[in-house]
């Protein structure tokens, strides 16, 4: 079969391929690549490596840009660290959700008051240019369909934070390969003084959205990001779901002085989740009346319509005519706070905290001081506590920690120098079975 040598990485289409970086790929492969079709985790063809470790996504040239050690010495070990296994057997889960905290997602363009608008554009301090954006752009992307390699499907639903506007989620969603599928945005401004804000991304074909809204925390007494509030109907079980999105105070000006303002952010929290498993079954939309998701001011207000008769999936109960069932509520976020925290009693019940066990086996979202810590978390209502909760670790997110030994998040600046990656968070993802 005649081999093309084709420069994927230029084309933002294969995980793992650091720009500019050559790989041998077949014609049919190059077909799917343009399609879409392909399986994410195993794009790049990579002779004599083992399908399922980290060598399928990254290529020997850019192995050591990715922080994994090139063939001598510690490969095996490294690759174990940082590798997610094989696709082919994992349990086909009915629902994913993903949660990443994008760190200072900005477009390149100086157009708003905001304290950091001006430091993330092309002739502010970072020099954040369009170039920058994409390529941050198509980090966050491949990163979505990597997701689809390691639980078997695409996620359904992906919470964000520090995202500048709706402009930023728009361009994601539009200029990159995600645009060849069917994710829709939902997106408030908020207060907060830097200009960041949280956002919920959905997938039109697995859910309607009937309802959202930004729900303020701290004010008057004090700004910070609002908690956006998502009310989706699952098309084939007819299930509701409420998404609550997250990004709670940070203890940057001291864990004490700061723990009124996520004690204000988690109370609103949990009044939000007491309201909705209070409420009835939200009603069903009509796909031809859906309202556009991406709104950048008044929240969509839903239509007043009885909900249709939809097909049970298994696991899941169909309320009868006039009785009333709770939504499945997914609080996700940054939330500042490891999952040990006392401050979290303050929300069980009405929620599980997912994130505690996994905590306790050592994992994190983020690294500090050489040590990982988990402080994007999921709550969820007591009628899906059977969900688990993992992080992502996809390689080329990943570089080598040279200071502490191990890895740790590549960042797209460390201090004032650009360097390349996406952010000091991992995704973390949450799949019901």
Do not use: C
Not at 32 to 45: F, I
């Amino acid at each position: 079969m005649k081999k093309l040598l084709l420069w994927v990485a230029l084309a933002g289409l294969a995980p793992g391929l650091e720009r500019g970086t050559a790989a041998v790929v077949s014609r049919e492969k190059v077909a799917e690549l343009a399609s879409g079709s392909a399986p994410v985790w195993n794009r790049a063809e990579a002779p004599g490596k083992t399908r399922g470790t980290v060598t399928d996504l990254v290529p020997e040239a850019s192995l050591a840009t990715t922080g994994v050690p090139g063939a001598a010495g510690r490969r095996e070990t490294e690759v174990a660290q940082v590798s997610m296994g094989k696709s082919p057997g994992v349990q086909q889960d009915s629902l994913m959700v993903m949660f990443w905290n994008l760190e200072n997602f900005f477009d390149w363009k100086n157009d708003s008051t905001s304290v950091s608008d001006a430091e993330f554009s092309s002739r502010g301090e970072r020099h954040w240019t369009r170039k920058k954006f994409m390529a941050k752009a198509q980090a966050v992307a491949k990163t979505v369909l990597w997701a689809e390699g390691v639980a078997g499907r695409l996620p359904d639903a992906v919470g964000v934070a520090e995202v500048e506007n709706a402009g930023v989620l728009r361009r994601l969603l539009k200029e990159t390969i995600l645009r060849k599928l069917d994710y829709e945005a939902v997106h408030f401004d908020s207060p907060d003084p830097r200009g960041i804000d949280v956002g919920l991304l959905y997938r039109k074909g697995v859910f309607e959205m009937i309802d959202a809204r930004p729900v303020p925390v701290g004010a008057p007494t004090f700004r910070t990001r609002d908690i956006l509030y998502v009310a989706l109907k699952h098309r084939g079980s007819g299930k509701d779901y409420v998404m609550l999105v997250n990004h709670h105070p940070s203890k940057f000006s001291g864990a004490k002085s700061s723990e009124s303002k996520r004690k204000a952010a988690i109370a609103a929290l949990r009044a939000l989740a007491e309201d909705s498993l209070r409420s009835q079954t939200l009603p069903s939309l009509a796909p031809e009346t859906s309202p556009a998701p991406s709104s950048e001011t008044a929240p969509v207000q839903p239509p007043q319509t009885s909900p249709a008769p939809q097909p049970t999936a298994p696991g899941t109960s169909q309320a009868a005519p006039g009785q009333q069932t709770a939504p499945a509520i997914i609080a996700m976020g940054d939330f500042n706070d490891t999952p040990d925290s006392p401050l979290f009693l303050g929300l069980t019940p009405p929620l599980v905290n997912l994130s505690l066990p996994l905590w306790r086996k050592g994992k994190g979202s983020i690294r500090f001081d050489g040590r990982w810590e988990l402080i994007d978390l999921y709550f969820v209502s007591e009628n899906i506590s059977s969900a688990r909760v993992d992080v992502l670790r996809p390689p080329f997110l990943l570089q080598e920690d040279r200071a502490r030994g191990g890895f740790k998040p590549r960042r797209t600046y460390l201090g004032p120098r650009y360097n390349g990656g996406v952010s000091d968070h991992l995704p973390v993802v949450l799949l019901l079975p």
